[in-house]
């Protein structure tokens, strides 16, 4: 067995070790619908989950609510805009008390522009749409780091390190939901200057938290994830010229096959659907 053989499969042990008989705790951020709903969905048939989904309205979400039903036990909701540093704040110090770790974040929730349409052309940029589109893509994602950032540090979550003293250490993932359009050198089309933006500021945000997160004893794994045009209601104006158009189920269930297999030395990439690295 080669190095990189020997590392894989001790990473792939490492990572069930970290399963067995502990409950891994889910943030989904942003599930009211669309791709963010059906992470609850997937994440909460596994075993040993404890999904917490957070969205703005928990009593208007219908998705939520129905599988509240089915699942009781292990599924919580907490109200949480982005836009609010004060609810993330809230939600983040229920968290604490209630699980006092956190294993897996997905920062979902996004906006294409405020009037639910990208921008053509220069002309109809506003800079009041680019900042609601920037708060909600942007910065509300970076708070919610901000302020779950000691109880990822916790988790024991989805990768196993091996650490100096030989000790098994096991960090815990923070994956940003981007967009290829947020890819600077891949833009060949132009237009979308707002939803552009933001993910391409995500993205460097996400580099970031690699860094900082990086550091120290206890790790935390981030990255950017685009999920391919998916059928929710933010493609939905621009259906009728997608050649492939995803299912949320089919999406989702790839990006947890990137996430699943993700190491250490994966912090600070921005992936697509089905693995592959993508140039910022
Ligand atoms: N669908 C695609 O083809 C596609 C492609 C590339 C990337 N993505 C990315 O994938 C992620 C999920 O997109 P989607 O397709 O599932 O979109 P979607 O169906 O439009 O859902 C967007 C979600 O974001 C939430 N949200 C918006 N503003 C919020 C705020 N201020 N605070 C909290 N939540 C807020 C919405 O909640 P409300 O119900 O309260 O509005 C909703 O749950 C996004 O980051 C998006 O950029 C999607």
Redesign the pocket.
């Known amino acids: 067995m080669n190095s990189n053989e020997s590392e894989f499969l001790e990473q792939k042990i490492c990572r069930s070790m970290a399963g067995i008989g502990k409950t891994t705790v889910c943030l989904i951020q942003?599930?009211?619908?669309?791709?963010?709903?059906q992470y609850c969905r997937t994440l909460i048939g596994r075993e040993n989950v404890q999904v917490i989904a957070s969205?703005?309205?928990p009593n208007a979400?219908q998705e939520l609510l129905e599988l509240k039903k089915g699942h009781p036990d292990n599924l919580l909701i907490l109200p949480?805009?982005?836009?609010e540093e004060e609810t993330i704040a809230s939600a983040a110090s229920q968290v604490e008390k209630q699980f006092g770790k956190l294993d897996l974040l997905i920062n979902?929730?996004?906006?294409l522009h405020p009037s639910g349409k990208g921008e053509t052309s220069l002309k109809t940029t506003s800079a009041e749409d680019m900042l609601q589109t920037f708060e909600?893509?942007t910065i509300?994602p970076l708070m919610v780091a901000k302020h779950f950032s000691k109880l990822l540090s916790k988790g024991e979550g989805l990768i196993g390190t091996q650490s100096s003293d030989g000790s098994q250490k096991h960090a815990s993932v923070l994956v940003n939901?981007?967009?290829?359009v947020g890819s600077i050198s891949d833009n060949g089309l132009g237009g979308w200057y707002s939803y552009r933006m933001s993910?391409a500021a995500l993205n460097m945000a996400t580099k970031n938290l690699s860094i900082e997160w990086g550091r120290g004893q206890r790790k935390t794994v981030c990255i950017s994830l685009?999920?391919?045009?998916?059928d929710?209601?933010?493609?939905r104006p621009y259906h009728k010229n997608v050649k492939t158009l995803f299912s949320t189920e089919h999406s989702v269930n790839m990006m947890l096959e990137v996430i699943d297999s993700l190491s250490m030395s994966d912090s600070g990439k921005f992936f697509l659907y089905d693995g592959s690295v993508f140039p910022f």
């Open positions: 942003g599930a009211s619908r669309g791709i963010g709903a969205c703005r309205k979400s949480l805009d982005v836009t979902a929730a996004a906006i909600t893509n509300g939901m981007s967009a290829k993910k685009h999920p391919g045009t998916v929710t209601d933010l493609s």
